[in-house]
């Protein structure tokens, strides 16, 4: 599966962006889809996810409430849509997909896009 992530940018503190992830020549048929994030010198952590049965999402606490993710009905395109954006919020944004039973952990994803960079300013 290759994936590519788009949808990052410069944003003030309040505002909201919305990150697609595409799948080159195929769905994401039989695989469950993450959204992770790296802030500056920091490790990669979890953000958001959708299962690919039931389309079961999960988020980590900080931006519950603020970020949904959620995926067409072709399940080509997966989304975070991101509100009330904050500065803690400001990392490279990556997509990923895992096949076999849900995860969070980012080290069990096996394909990953190329990462975009959101920067929320104060």
């Known amino acids: 599966v290759q994936l590519q992530a788009s949808g990052g940018g410069l944003v003030q503190a309040g505002g909201s962006l919305r990150l697609s992830c595409a799948a080159s020549g195929r769905t994401f048929s039989g695989y469950h889809m993450g959204w992770f994030r790296q802030p500056p010198g920091k490790e990669r952590e979890f953000v958001a996810a959708i299962t690919w049965s039931y389309g079961y999402t999960y988020y980590e606490n900080s931006v519950k409430g603020r970020f949904t993710i959620s995926r067409d009905n072709a399940k080509t395109t997966v989304y975070l849509q991101m509100n009330s954006l904050k500065p803690e919020d400001t990392a490279v944004y990556y997509c990923?997909?895992?096949?076999?039973?849900?995860?969070?952990?980012?080290?069990?994803?096996?394909?990953w896009g190329q990462g975009t960079l959101v920067t929320v300013s104060s």
């Open positions: 990923a997909a895992r096949g076999g039973v849900y995860s969070s952990s980012p080290t069990l994803y096996e394909y």
